[in-house]
């Protein structure tokens, strides 16, 4: 009989995963392996060339940042009838990354987004042989999904990078109610401590914008890699109509345009997380064309400009800045730029004396903290394995005697069995 046929079949399928881009911080590549199913979860950028070599029969993406999607057309080269999926807005955003970027092959980037299935959070779909897969809400970044798989053997989940607060844009990671045969999850934040809270960081930005503005000043927002501050972008609109004390222009790229858009096109996400009509958060946006030599920013009155997150070379151009900065603006910067870079991105020239008193370096994370982490873990109870965070933080935590030796470090290509 068929059925009994595939039952002794699974349960002799072996189910192997491997670190493909080691633990280190921005590294996230994983080979997931149910008998002959090969499932590459996010064929990163800095994979050490392993990820180039895995030929992968489907690949799922969590989210478009570079350290987990940056090799897509590579591995696509080499593997043309691999199916690929991730939602849509992650789809739209890894479009425009790879629009954006210097290729030489631009056909081939073309077939292989074209290859990209967008699919709904909390929608199964099937990889075949009995394997299903679910993308859940990550919390991290327009987007972001966290992977569900499932077989006859079990349930896995493996987040990708993933924040459990909530901004008040995305719907924060929440544990789906099910039994899991194994966690494999990031760490960026382990060990790490003493974070500012997200809403308290949100409302001292809005409030330095609204200053800034009130004093007939303009605002540059610097923001790499693609994050949170975008999503203050699309809450910036919203903000200045009910709280703002003056009216003032917003500006963005065609970048974050079309990812906004994307994002509130699809209803399961305007629905259940934006309040009120998903136009207000885009109507307000005036797309910002790269600046003339002879830009005159007082013609144009105080503004605020999010620049990024595409090249930094292009969207956060010194002379824009400089202007801005020498006229009495304001610098905002996402916290993982250091002041030393930041001020080479301002060039020389433009450094007047207070530059550093009008340069803002905020810090809004959007990975899970360790304290998160760790009940997160104690709560699914099933054996857990971290990578994607600093390897010694890493190891520091799994030790920790409340989990029983249960969590463990995965190494560059280690390969354990689940
Ligand atoms: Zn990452
Ligand atoms: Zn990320």
Known sequence: MAVTAIKRLNRDRPIRATALAGNGIGRHSLLFEIGKRKILIDPGNQSNGMVKLCQPDIILLTHAHADHVGNLIEVYKKNPKVRIYATAPTK???????????????????ECLDRIRAVPYQKEFHLGRNIYARLIPAGHILGSASIIITAPEGNFLITGDFAAQPRGVLAPFRLPDMNLRALITEGSLVGVSELPEPEAEKQRFFELIGRTIARERSVVVATEPYGVFNEFALLLSRWQDDAAPHRFQIFINQYLKNAFTSYLDHKEFSDLWLE?????????????????????????????????????????PRRVVGQILSAGGQLIVDGRFSKSSVQKRIGKRNLSADWSSRTALFHVFNH?????????????????????????????????????GRVSVLGLREQIVL
Do not use: W
Request: net charge negative; proline share 8%; glycine share 8%.
């Open 92 to 110: 739209a955003i890894v479009e425009q990354v790879f629009g954006l970027s210097d290729q030489d092959q631009p056909h081939l980037v073309e």
């Open 276 to 316: 009120g009509d998903p136009e207000a958060y885009t109507s307000a946006y005036l797309v910002m064309e790269p600046f003339g030599r002879k830009a005159n920013f007082k013609e144009i009155g105080p503004f605020c400009y999010f620049a990024g997150p595409g090249s930094l070379r292009r969207e956060f």
């Open 368 to 404: 899970i903290t360790g304290p998160e982490l760790k009940s997160l873990i104690l709560e699914v109870a099933r054996p857990t394995y971290l990578m994607h965070g600093s390897p010694a933080k890493l190891k520091r935590f799994a030790a920790e005697e409340d989990f029983n």
